[in-house]
C-alpha cells in the first residue's frame, strides 16, 4: 500500500506500463505499453514473483444452437 505521501521515484515518474487484458502480439508489444504514473494510477500494487496461463477449469461443449447477434446491426 502506498499511503497518503505517495512518495518514492517510482511512484511519480512515467514509465511504460503494460496494459491489462491487452492480446499479446510480439508485432505490436509497444502498444501494449501506456504512459502512467504508478501513484496517480492505483493504491497498491502487488508482485507475484511467478505466474503461468490459465488453462480452462472444465470443456465447454458446442451449443445446439448458434449464438444470438451481439453488435449492433441494421446500419
Known amino acids: 500500500m502506498f499511503g497518503p505521501e505517495r512518495a518514492g521515484r517510482w511512484l511519480t515518474s512515467w514509465r511504460g506500463?503494460?496494459?491489462i487484458g491487452v492480446v499479446y502480439n510480439p508485432?505490436?508489444?509497444r502498444g501494449n505499453y501506456v504512459p502512467t504514473r504508478m501513484g496517480d494510477r492505483y493504491d497498491?500494487?502487488?508482485l507475484h514473483p511467478?505466474?503461468?496461463?490459465l488453462r480452462p477449469l472444465h470443456h465447454e461443449y458446442q451449443p445446439g444452437e448458434p449464438e444470438l447477434e451481439t453488435g449492433p446491426s441494421g446500419f
Open 17 to 19: 506500463h503494460r496494459a
Open 44 to 46: 497498491a500494487l502487488f
Open 27 to 29: 508485432r505490436r508489444e
Open 50 to 53: 511467478r505466474t503461468e496461463a
